[in-house]
């Protein structure tokens, strides 16, 4: 008779800290290729607004790259031998190898992006790019965010507002402002270079994209059937996609403490992309347990035991309510039925809860996961 | 006894003998002198929480295509000379995919700390969080030995041998295989069929 091990429910392999940086690295990647997308975007219309989606998507991919990886060190045995990438990694049949260089890369890549597109007197989108809906800029045409930040004045307040000026700022107070400006602007390329360059590092964004997926990979024989690749990859892709553009969005809308037209088409993406989420969070539910047995009891689990987390957290909070958020601001404030400071705060608001619904989902899964060993009979 | 040239010797369960007395456990921390949270070989539940439950003997079977070896990052996990799996401590970061992969739930992290001359230790990792498995006691091998959860088990529980020698002893035990045609396949890799026999 077939008879199956019980003794590692519920799985014990992995705890929070996978799941938080699962969720980081998702965001972080999604983050950096929509930023990309509006980078380019703006390169070709010549918008600002669509620049400020890149600036905060690739600050979006440099803050969830500090939070992710720490976290995972932090489980690790050995994370300072775990930190020697090349001399360490060397199985690059392993995902977790794969991951480790394609986040290294990626690092790198949103690092530079960063820096060549928030720092420098001549950095894209904030010299005399105009905003679509600010054809005429408050100062007679002068883009008061084209000082670079080292001025005083009116224009180094509106600099100082938005959070890469806030960083300007605190690089400014340290007194190193002028010099990493200066750095940026020596080794930016043309902006086609410099887009060459961002597509690049976008292949490894798509790569850690990927990864996120298969971090939760059980190796060859799939012992942990909620984790089955067909349906996660979709969830994890296009979560990732969807989380980090939200969170671009709102900190674009809480800067500008409105959303202009481009905002919110974003805003609009965004709702898109979180939709297909959920659908491909929904057809996990309903259909895994039909193509793959062995998941049901992990999908009860996400529906019961982990309910409050899965269905609370990770759906309702982190799926439906911000698409919500995002819809009834853009097509309310279009109506003239809420302010635009509302709309930006919904924004705000659906940013603020996608990060918990994508740590709430990655953390679900984790919890939810049964250890399926080999059938052995008896 | 092993040899090489007639296939990888392993320990496999008989479980229709095993009584669960843990002798094979204790074996096994006394014979390599590991933490007592260490469970190179553990007493697992079979058919947990219901009527049919049993306990039984589960160990690295250092497969012919272990999965461990595929997922290891940093290739902390490889075949020794004799064709079974090792870890060497110096590489292993404790990242636990070993433990996702392997269909068996055979690697184990003992958390106690121990000095870096132990964790060193030439037979595993022992400690420290890194990962740890069975090591088949190789240096009992070349002593003419067998490994210590066999030598010790009161009831034959515990078969070593090669895939003939295993095949040898059920038929002459009269018992099954403890392998399906899947895990046999992973674990013997061409030799399944003697172990199944089919």
Known sequence: MAVEIAYELPYTQWNWRIGVYIAMIGIASGAYLMGYLADVRSWRLGEREHGRIAKYGYLVGLAGLAIGPPVLLSHLATPFRAMMIPLTMTNLGSWMALGAYMLMFFGLGTFIMFVWVAFGRERPHGTTTPDADEAVAADGGRDVASDGGSESGPAQAATGGDTAGGIRRVFNRIGLLGAVDTVADRTRPTETVRLGIGALFGLFAAGVLIYSAMAYGSGPTERVALWDPTFLVPVQIFGGLAAGLTVAVGLAALERGRAGRAIQQYALVAAGLLAATLVAVLATVVLLPEQVPAAEPAVDTLLSTQATLFVGGAVVAGLVVPIVLLLGGVFGQRREAISPTGTAAALVAAGALVIVGKVALALAYLLAAEFTPMPLPM | ?198
């Open chain 2, 1 to 198: 006894m092993s040899t090489q040239d007639n296939g990888t010797a392993r320990v496999i369960p008989n479980w229709e003998s095993c009584i669960d007395c843990g002798a094979c456990e204790v074996a096994c921390q006394r014979t390599w002198d590991l933490p007592p949270e260490s469970d190179r070989i553990q007493v697992v539940a079979l058919e947990h929480g219901t009527g049919d439950e049993t306990n039984k003997p589960m160990q690295c079977y250092n497969c012919t295509d272990a999965p461990c070896i595929d997922v290891c990052p940093t290739d902390a996990l490889h075949y020794s000379q004799s064709d079974t799996v090792r870890v060497d401590a110096g590489m292993c970061i404790g990242c636990h995919y070993c433990g996702v992969g392997c269909p068996f739930g055979a690697p184990q992290y003992p958390d106690d700390e121990v000095p870096e001359a132990q964790e060193e230790h030439l037979m595993g990792a022992k400690s420290n969080g890194l990962m740890d498995k069975c090591t088949t006691c190789e240096p009992r091998q070349e002593e003419g030995l067998e490994p210590a959860c066999a030598s010790e088990c009161p009831t034959d529980a515990l078969l070593f041998g090669t895939p003939e020698e295993l095949s040898e002893k059920l038929e002459e035990d009269g018992v099954s295989t403890p392998f399906n045609d899947e895990a046999a396949e992973i674990v013997f890799g061409d030799d399944a069929d003697m172990i199944t026999g089919e």
